[in-house]
Protein backbone atom coordinates (compact mmCIF):
# COMPACT_ATOMS: atom_id res chain seq x y z
CA UNK A 1 0.00 0.00 0.00
CA UNK A 2 1.12 3.33 -1.24
CA UNK A 3 -1.15 5.63 0.91
CA UNK A 4 -4.43 5.66 2.98
CA UNK A 5 -7.10 7.61 4.20
CA UNK A 6 -10.15 6.97 6.51
CA UNK A 7 -13.04 8.52 7.27
CA UNK A 8 -16.27 8.79 9.45
CA UNK A 9 -19.78 10.11 8.03
CA UNK A 10 -22.77 10.46 9.22
CA UNK A 11 -24.95 8.20 7.11
CA UNK A 12 -25.48 4.94 6.39
CA UNK A 13 -22.96 2.32 5.34
CA UNK A 14 -25.55 1.23 2.56
CA UNK A 15 -26.20 4.97 1.29
CA UNK A 16 -22.12 5.50 1.46
CA UNK A 17 -21.52 2.72 -0.51
CA UNK A 18 -24.28 3.28 -3.29
CA UNK A 19 -22.51 7.02 -3.39
CA UNK A 20 -19.51 5.40 -3.83
CA UNK A 21 -19.76 2.56 -6.36
CA UNK A 22 -21.72 4.74 -8.59
CA UNK A 23 -19.47 8.17 -8.07
CA UNK A 24 -22.32 10.07 -7.51
CA UNK A 25 -19.90 12.82 -5.78
CA UNK A 26 -17.84 13.10 -8.89
CA UNK A 27 -18.97 16.28 -9.68
CA UNK A 28 -16.91 17.28 -6.47
CA UNK A 29 -13.58 16.60 -8.16
CA UNK A 30 -12.33 19.11 -10.31
CA UNK A 31 -9.73 16.79 -11.69
CA UNK A 32 -12.01 13.73 -13.26
CA UNK A 33 -14.35 15.42 -16.33
CA UNK A 34 -16.61 12.05 -16.88
CA UNK A 35 -17.13 8.58 -15.48
CA UNK A 36 -19.17 6.38 -17.59
CA UNK A 37 -20.45 3.18 -15.96
CA UNK A 38 -21.84 1.58 -19.05
CA UNK A 39 -25.14 0.03 -19.21
CA UNK A 40 -24.91 -1.51 -16.46
CA UNK A 41 -27.73 -1.07 -13.56
CA UNK A 42 -25.83 -3.03 -10.74
CA UNK A 43 -22.45 -2.89 -11.34
CA UNK A 44 -20.28 -6.46 -10.23
CA UNK A 45 -17.12 -7.45 -10.12
CA UNK A 46 -15.58 -7.86 -13.90
CA UNK A 47 -17.25 -4.87 -14.94
CA UNK A 48 -15.39 -1.88 -16.46
CA UNK A 49 -15.56 1.93 -15.78
CA UNK A 50 -14.51 4.72 -17.85
CA UNK A 51 -12.93 7.78 -16.85
CA UNK A 52 -12.09 10.77 -17.86
CA UNK A 53 -9.39 13.15 -16.06
CA UNK A 54 -7.98 16.76 -16.63
CA UNK A 55 -4.16 17.17 -16.44
CA UNK A 56 -3.17 19.89 -16.84
CA UNK A 57 -4.34 20.90 -20.41
CA UNK A 58 -5.03 17.43 -21.68
CA UNK A 59 -7.78 15.07 -21.28
CA UNK A 60 -6.80 11.71 -20.06
CA UNK A 61 -9.00 8.81 -20.60
CA UNK A 62 -8.45 5.24 -18.33
CA UNK A 63 -10.27 2.17 -18.27
CA UNK A 64 -11.22 1.05 -14.41
CA UNK A 65 -11.72 -2.57 -13.96
CA UNK A 66 -14.11 -3.88 -11.30
CA UNK A 67 -11.58 -6.57 -9.14
CA UNK A 68 -14.20 -7.12 -6.25
CA UNK A 69 -17.54 -5.77 -5.11
CA UNK A 70 -19.33 -6.90 -1.72
CA UNK A 71 -22.23 -4.90 -1.08
CA UNK A 72 -21.51 -2.21 1.73
CA UNK A 73 -18.77 -3.95 2.45
CA UNK A 74 -15.82 -3.68 -0.26
CA UNK A 75 -15.12 -2.31 -3.51
CA UNK A 76 -12.05 -2.39 -5.57
CA UNK A 77 -10.64 -1.18 -8.98
CA UNK A 78 -7.49 -1.41 -10.70
CA UNK A 79 -6.64 0.19 -14.17
CA UNK A 80 -2.82 0.05 -16.03
CA UNK A 81 -1.71 2.73 -18.11
CA UNK A 82 1.59 3.21 -19.28
CA UNK A 83 3.47 0.58 -17.00
CA UNK A 84 1.46 2.15 -13.58
CA UNK A 85 -0.43 0.01 -12.27
CA UNK A 86 -3.51 1.52 -9.69
CA UNK A 87 -5.49 -0.15 -6.97
CA UNK A 88 -7.88 1.76 -4.58
CA UNK A 89 -9.85 -0.32 -2.48
CA UNK A 90 -12.20 1.09 -0.57
CA UNK A 91 -13.45 -1.43 2.50
CA UNK A 92 -16.77 -0.14 4.29
CA UNK A 93 -17.83 -0.73 8.01
CA UNK A 94 -21.08 0.44 10.02
CA UNK A 95 -19.64 2.61 13.35
CA UNK A 96 -21.79 4.07 15.79
CA UNK A 97 -21.55 7.39 13.81
CA UNK A 98 -22.24 6.29 10.60
CA UNK A 99 -20.14 4.52 8.08
CA UNK A 100 -16.36 3.98 8.18
CA UNK A 101 -14.28 4.11 4.54
CA UNK A 102 -10.86 3.82 4.15
CA UNK A 103 -9.52 3.74 0.95
CA UNK A 104 -6.13 2.37 0.41
CA UNK A 105 -4.07 2.92 -3.14
CA UNK A 106 -1.54 0.84 -4.21
CA UNK A 107 0.86 1.85 -7.03
CA UNK A 108 3.33 -0.38 -8.84
CA UNK A 109 5.48 0.62 -11.64
CA UNK A 110 7.01 -1.59 -14.61
CA UNK A 111 10.01 0.00 -16.74
CA UNK A 112 13.06 1.96 -15.30
CA UNK A 113 12.16 5.14 -16.00
CA UNK A 114 8.43 4.38 -14.05
CA UNK A 115 10.40 2.98 -11.00
CA UNK A 116 12.47 5.92 -10.66
CA UNK A 117 9.60 8.14 -10.57
CA UNK A 118 7.45 6.74 -8.30
CA UNK A 119 8.13 9.21 -5.58
CA UNK A 120 6.97 11.98 -8.13
CA UNK A 121 3.76 9.84 -9.18
CA UNK A 122 2.61 9.04 -5.77
CA UNK A 123 2.79 12.52 -4.88
CA UNK A 124 0.43 13.79 -7.79
CA UNK A 125 -1.79 11.25 -6.87
CA UNK A 126 -1.87 11.46 -3.28
CA UNK A 127 -2.50 15.14 -4.34
CA UNK A 128 -5.36 14.42 -6.84
CA UNK A 129 -7.21 11.43 -5.18
CA UNK A 130 -5.73 11.68 -1.38
CA UNK A 131 -8.48 14.19 -0.39
CA UNK A 132 -11.51 11.83 -2.44
CA UNK A 133 -13.11 10.76 0.74
CA UNK A 134 -13.10 14.07 2.30
CA UNK A 135 -15.49 14.95 -1.12
CA UNK A 136 -17.55 11.85 -0.75
CA UNK A 137 -18.07 13.11 3.00
CA UNK A 138 -18.98 16.27 1.89
CA UNK A 139 -20.93 15.56 -0.80
CA UNK A 140 -23.25 12.80 1.61
CA UNK A 141 -23.59 15.31 4.23
CA UNK A 142 -25.02 18.24 1.64
CA UNK A 143 -27.53 15.97 0.26
CA UNK A 144 -28.74 15.59 3.59
Known amino acids: MDFSREVVIDAPVDDVFQVVTKYEYIE ?3 HI ?3 DLGDADDLAAGDTI ?3 RQVRQNKVESTWHIDDMKESKLFVVSSEQNQLHLTYRYDFAEVEE ?3 VTLSV ?3 TRGLRNKLMKPF ?3 IIEGEDG ?3 QYI ?3 IEDIK
Open 131 to 133: EQL
Open 28 to 30: RVS
Open 121 to 123: IKK
Open 98 to 100: GAR
Open 137 to 139: KQY
Open 106 to 108: SIQ
Open 50 to 52: SET
Open 33 to 35: VDV
